[in-house]
């Protein structure tokens, strides 16, 4: 049901993005702070939905079509606001359009597989992405900005976070990858038939596709 407490946790993650564009916008310091606090207690989320849906038994289809839309609307959302606001360098912006275009892939290899009942492994590979990407675009609504209020104005808080959203793009690349020929071995038809397991720690099933 919506209602359950795991799907409440997902739509929270759509719910803290307006309050993310308002503090985003306003470029203050304490502005950015709170920009960075509402992002990484919403992608925290992503994993106590899953947890709760398993402990309960509340795994839905509603949970699984929400999931990944809530995960890429607050990624996409953060990476424009960065890159529109002016909070990315040439360096940064690169990776953020690795970033934005692999989602738009997997979204659409996503549509087709699910006609087929595909299912993929959730790979460690996939969540050190998911880690670094959420890290990276936290640190960067943080920003230098932001530092001093937490202690760390002597941190180039922002060149780490675009180090950051550079591993993550490199990740995003690799994940991407093995996605798209899992799509291709079916469009050719050699892929093997696809595994019935038990659900994810993103309230998914785990033969679901890559986050």
């Known amino acids: 049901m919506p209602t359950d407490l795991p799907n409440l946790l997902t739509l929270s993650r759509i719910a803290a993005i307006p309050l993310l564009v308002v503090f985003a916008a306003i470029r203050e310091p304490w502005a950015d702070l709170a920009a960075c606090i509402i992002f990484s207690v919403a992608a925290i989320t992503d994993y106590f939905d899953g947890k709760l ?8 289809d509603f949970g699984r079509m929400l999931d990944p839309i809530a995960d890429k609307l607050l990624v996409g959302a953060a990476l424009m606001l960065l890159a529109g606001m002016g909070r990315l360098t040439d360096f940064g912006l690169f990776p953020a359009i690795v970033i934005m275009l692999r989602e738009i892939l997997v979204s ?6 699910a006609g087929l009942s595909l299912g993929l492994p959730v790979t460690k590979l996939a969540k050190w992405k998911t880690g670094f990407q959420m890290g990276a675009l936290g640190t960067l609504l ?3 900005s932001a530092a001093p209020l937490v202690g760390l104005g002597w941190l180039p808080v922002s060149l780490i976070g675009e180090l950051m959203l550079w591993t993550a793009a ?4 690799l994940t991407g990858w093995d996605y798209l020929q899992a799509g291709l071995r079916h469009v050719t038809g050699t892929a093997t038939p696809p595994r019935d397991v038990p659900g994810d720690p993103g309230g998914q099933p785990a033969q679901t596709p890559l986050h």
């Open 142 to 144: 943080a920003g230098d």
């Open 170 to 173: 490199v990740l995003t690349l």
């Open 53 to 60: 849906a398993r402990s309960r038994k509340q795994i839905s």
């Open 108 to 113: 659409g290899l996503r549509e087709y597989l």
